[in-house]
Nanobody
Framework: QVRLVESGGGSVQAGGSLRLSCAVS????????MGWFRQAPGKERERVAGVNVDAGATYHIDSVKGRFAIFQDIAKNTVDLEMSSLKPEDTAMYYC????????????????????????WGQGTQVTVST
């Protein structure tokens, strides 16, 4: 069983920055993919970014490209989401999730892995961006 614990959320003004971190129990390279998702009130969960743990290839959705970046540190068993130029529409609960190693990674940053492949989830960390 993989345990994921997110940290780093908070409240910032538009244009500000935050760095979210996800601590992964066990060996991170036992997982195929790591991803960050978000869900705003009344909206569906949205994939934000992903990384293939072995290859290091990353994926970011268009709305965060150039502003967010996913980083993995296998030695520290962490995967971070660096967020800058934050906008009010980035306000959401942010979740870290993992695809286990027995599943294949589909595409750079596992962008084609369905959400159902992400079997392990953290409890989430809230990001609030005010105008």
């Amino acid at each position: 069983q993989v345990r994921l614990v997110e940290s780093g959320g908070g409240s910032v003004q538009a244009g500000g920055s935050l760095r979210l971190s996800c601590a992964v129990s066990g060996y991170m390279n036992n997982n195929r993919c790591m991803g960050w998702f978000r869900q705003a009130p009344g909206k569906e969960r949205e994939r934000v970014a992903g990384v293939n743990v072995d290859a290091g290839a990353t994926y970011h959705i268009d709305s965060v490209k150039g502003r967010f970046a996913i980083f993995q540190d296998i030695a520290k068993n962490t995967v971070d989401l660096e967020m800058s130029s934050l906008k009010p529409e980035d306000t959401a609960m942010y979740y870290c999730a993992a695809v286990p190693g027995h599943l294949a990674g589909l595409g750079p940053g596992c962008q084609f892995n369905p959400v159902t492949h992400f079997l392990y989830w953290g409890q989430g960390t809230q990001v609030t961006v005010s105008t």
